[in-house]
T-cell receptor, first 111, second 111 residues
Framework: DAMVIQNPRYQVTQFGKPVTLSCSQTLNHNVMYWYQQKSSQAPKLLFHYYDKDFNNEADTPDNFQSRRPNTSFCFLDIRSPGLGDAAMYLC??????????FGPGTRLTVL | QQQVKQSPQSLIVQKGGISIINCAYENTAFDYFPWYQQFPGKGPALLIAIRPDVSEKKEGRFTISFNKSAKQFSLHIMDSQPGDSATYFCAATSGTYKYIFGTGTRLKVLA
């Protein structure tokens, strides 16, 4: 089945220790997104790619970076995680029909 | 103008009852309105979506009603089941690939 895959599902890191979350898709969608979701809140868009064009949200902290080396893969780098960065990180994709599909998420814990 | 207002924040329904969640928007450029279902610890799953050229779309027990003049859309869950207990998010997007999410509704269906 075509899908959005995120690894790892759970990530524990220490305060200030860089961490990378990964996302892959088999949908061949042009657009890939990274969202941050804290408990009981709506997903908050961090950035998205249209093909290789990177679109950063104005309020996304510089601590968050992203890479998209090819259509299938996208990475979220958190350079110096703080306690406030503990959250669920969701990857999503969108294609020509505008339908957006989410991955299962990575739960990040910062100690 | 970019907001999507969702209500109620929480909803308790008896098994077999009808659950109704409402959303309102301002931006008339929005042309795609999805609903997502999210279970705890999981990514949001696309449930049903509508485009403004129709006033209603039904898929099984789930129906979207769309009122273009009032700029409102709603999700109706018929014959609600305990397994429907989840958080529901409405969303809206135009051709920019950015999705604007409602604040979410936590639904609990009592057995």
């Amino acid at each position: 089945d075509a899908m959005v895959i995120q690894n790892p599902r759970y990530q524990v890191t220490q305060f200030g220790k860089p961490v990378t979350l990964s996302c892959s898709q088999t949908l061949n969608h042009n657009v890939m997104y990274w969202y941050q979701q804290k408990s009981s809140q709506a997903p908050k868009l961090l950035f998205h790619y249209y093909d290789k064009d990177f679109n950063n949200e104005a309020d996304t902290p510089d601590n968050f970076q992203s890479r998209r080396p090819n259509t299938s893969f996208c990475f979220l780098d958190i350079r110096s995680p703080g306690l406030g960065d503990a959250a669920m990180y969701l990857c999503a994709t969108s294609g020509a029909r505008n339908e957006q599909f989410f991955g299962p998420g990575t739960r990040l814990t910062v100690l | 103008q970019q907001q999507v207002k969702q209500s109620p924040q929480s909803l308790i329904v008896q098994k077999g009852g009808i659950s109704i969640i409402n959303c309102a928007y301002e931006n008339t450029a929005f042309d795609y309105f999805p609903w997502y279902q999210q279970f705890p610890g999981k990514g949001p799953a696309l449930l049903i979506a509508i485009r403004p050229d129709v006033s209603e779309k039904k898929e099984g027990r789930f129906t979207i009603s769309f009122n273009k003049s009032a700029k409102q859309f709603s999700l109706h869950i018929m014959d609600s089941q305990p397994g429907d207990s989840a958080t529901y998010f409405c969303a809206a997007t135009s051709g920019t690939y950015k999705y604007i999410f409602g604040t979410g509704t936590r639904l609990k269906v009592l057995a």
